[in-house]
Nanobody, 125 residues
Framework: QVQLVESGGGLVQAGGSLRLSCAAS????????MGWFRQAPGKEREYVAA??????????SYRDSVKGRFTISRDSAKNTVYLQMNSLKPEDTAVYYC????????????????WGQGTQVTVSS
């Protein structure tokens, strides 16, 4: 089972940008679909973005509220998946989690095989 470690969270003003990273180890990274989820205080965890295992520039999915602002990508040479977040809004404030799963649909449905420990993103107004 793959182990995941997120980094890159922090405090940013509204309109700013952050890039989250998720480093994978202990598994065959290239065979996993990867995704990002988030959980705000008092709310349920929600899906943010996903990328397929055989990504070649396509095979991505986003929740509607982040389309056009967030971009998910992966670097198989580094066993790392990224989430570039632009035009951040206060409502994007949450703990962001990385996840690995068997395919894109499984990730979108929250059916992941592995989860990271999370990284805090705080967007001030």
């Amino acid at each position: 089972q793959v182990q995941l470690v997120e980094s890159g969270g922090g405090l940013v003003q509204a309109g700013g940008s952050l890039r989250l990273s998720c480093a994978a180890s202990g598994g065959t990274f290239s065979t996993y679909a990867m995704g990002w989820f988030r959980q705000a205080p008092g709310k349920e965890r929600e899906y943010v973005a996903a990328i397929s295992w055989n990504w070649n520039g396509s095979g991505t999915s986003y929740r509607d509220s982040v389309k056009g602002r967030f971009t998910i990508s992966r670097d198989s040479a580094k066993n790392t998946v990224y989430l570039q977040m632009n035009s951040l809004k206060p409502e994007d404030t949450a703990v962001y989690y990385c996840a690995a799963g068997r395919n894109l649909r499984a990730i979108v449905e929250g059916d992941a095989d592995s989860w990271g420990q999370g990284t805090q993103v705080t967007v001030s107004s």
